[in-house]
């Protein structure tokens, strides 16, 4: 649904454009210099469904007491090891460093984590003990433990919890005539699954080196996942229909995700390189979402490869935004911190302690000379970097509206791209600046409504 609606506007809209005519200083040219209005809508289709709930903490059945026959040991289990998945350039610094989630958890949280990650990397079935604790910590740890490890593509967003003997087990895998729980492939399965993904990472990691710099591992890999990725409308409309899709296997092996995917590829691809990323939940276009946080150069941004991908272009304008800018069309889920027990128990949306992200130093827009500060600096902000571009034989540019710039993409009114430009005489300044070979005579416009960013190209 995604990739047809694209399509469609674009079509429509090079036939139906309303076009505005310049006149170069210098008469450049006889050709009249025009601005073709392209818009780039992602639909509100649903990009964070869950099974039976809109829980981003994950579901679970609460069961009052278990039989005696259907508590496991923690022995034994399928073998697992980082190295099946994780290729062999990367760092095992980078591997076995603590998540961002666990590291915000109390020691009792800490604790349950650890055991549930035994159960997860072993793919146990049946309930397993893990000891006196409350529901409301079980269920924190279960969702610190699936954020701070987008490699366990097999571990589902579900989980069965129950009492025994005045402790408590849960079970990822368990199957009776009430519940129906289980992995999302065999360990089998994932022996093969895990050397897939593996030459996956491997030739991901192909687009960076180590000389480059932070800034330039994450933009590398951010446009590689994204030169490389289909949106899965199928499974954003329901998820049996590809529960790969929510998973980091699903976007980097499969090339077809949802936001979920989207964010969890982004996460792994992060740490295969060293640099710090969490996830985010929350809501943007009216339906749940998931996006990605992460640390560059010793400060956190907040970047939404979802809306950053689109089938005509790679865009960048979710690329290291700070929260006050996400915020125009995002929506954030509490920390968890603030629920009550019983709000947890219940599986209401929540974040594990969120970086807050205030920096503007590694801002796309910044760092390419496109960030727009205000209404009145656009003018000379756009007609710079055409002239820039132009000059280096680049056909394109990307812009930034500031997080205290008024001004977001659209096509109508005042403050529209297209009555931008013609206040500014955008194109008829440029020009002055470049020869008659280097002169820009059409501009087109694209961008997602509503944000903070657009694309000019020529």
């Avoid at 408590?168 to 050397?195: G, M, Q």
């Avoid at 205290?404 to 500014?424: A, H, K, Q, V, Y």
Wanted: with cysteine; proline share 3%.
């Amino acid at each position: 649904m995604k990739k047809t609606t694209a399509i469609i506007l674009l079509i429509i809209c090079l036939f139906t454009f309303t076009a505005c005519s310049y006149t170069t200083a210098d008469d450049v040219s006889s050709a009249a210099n025009t601005v073709s209005q392209i818009e780039t809508k992602q639909d509100n289709f649903n990009i964070f469904p869950r099974p039976s709930s809109s829980s981003s903490s994950g579901d679970a059945t609460i069961i009052s007491s278990i039989p005696a026959d259907d508590i496991q040991e923690l022995s034994g289990g399928s073998p697992y090891s980082s190295d099946d998945i994780f290729p062999q350039q990367v760092k095992a610094e980078f591997i076995s460093r603590d998540g961002w989630c666990y590291s915000a958890l109390s020691k009792t949280q800490q604790s349950i984590y650890r055991r549930m990650d035994k159960i997860a990397t072993g793919m146990h079935t049946g309930f397993i003990v893990l000891g006196d604790y409350q529901m409301s910590d079980i269920v924190v740890a279960f969702s610190a433990l699936r954020t701070d490890h987008p490699e366990y593509y097999w571990l589902s967003n579900q989980f069965a919890c129950g009492y025994s003997s005045g402790s408590t087990a849960v079970a990822f895998e368990y199957k009776n005539e009430n519940i129906d729980i289980s992995y999302l492939c065999t360990p089998e399965e994932r022996t093969s699954f895990n050397d897939k993904l593996k030459y996956a990472l491997e030739k991901f990691l192909t687009s960076v080196s180590d000389d480059m710099s932070e800034y330039e591992k994450e933009l590398a890999l951010h446009d590689a996942l994204l030169n490389t990725l289909i949106y899965d409308n199928a499974a954003a409309a329901d998820s049996a229909n590809d529960p790969f899709a929510f998973t980091a296997y699903g976007a980097l092996v499969n090339g077809t995700a949802v936001c979920e995917g989207y964010s969890r590829a982004f996460q792994l691809l992060m740490r295969c390189v060293g640099i710090e990323c969490t996830l985010a939940t929350g809501s943007s276009k009216e339906q749940g979402h998931m996006w990605n946080k992460v640390k560059i150069g010793g400060e956190w941004y907040n970047v939404d490869t979802t809306w950053n991908d689109d089938d005509a272009y790679v865009f960048h304008t979710y690329f290291n935004i700070t929260d006050s800018m996400i915020e125009i069309d995002h929506s954030v889920h509490p920390d968890y911190s603030t629920l009550s027990s019983e709000q947890l128990e219940q599986f209401e949306d929540f974040n594990i302690a969120l970086p807050a992200c205030t920096s503007l130093q590694s801002n796309y827009g910044t760092i390419n000379g496109s960030y727009i500060s205000s209404r009145e600096d656009f003018a000379e902000v756009t007609a710079d970097v055409l002239v820039k571009s132009a000059k280096s034989g680049i056909s394109g540019a990307e812009f930034v509206f500031g997080e205290n710039c008024p001004l977001t993409f659209s096509l109508e009114g005042e403050d529209s791209i297209t009555s931008l430009l013609e206040e500014g005489e955008v194109l008829r300044n440029a020009n002055r600046e470049l020869s008659r070979s280097e002169s820009i005579k059409n501009v087109y416009i694209s961008g997602i409504p509503g944000s903070k960013g657009f694309l000019l190209k020529w």
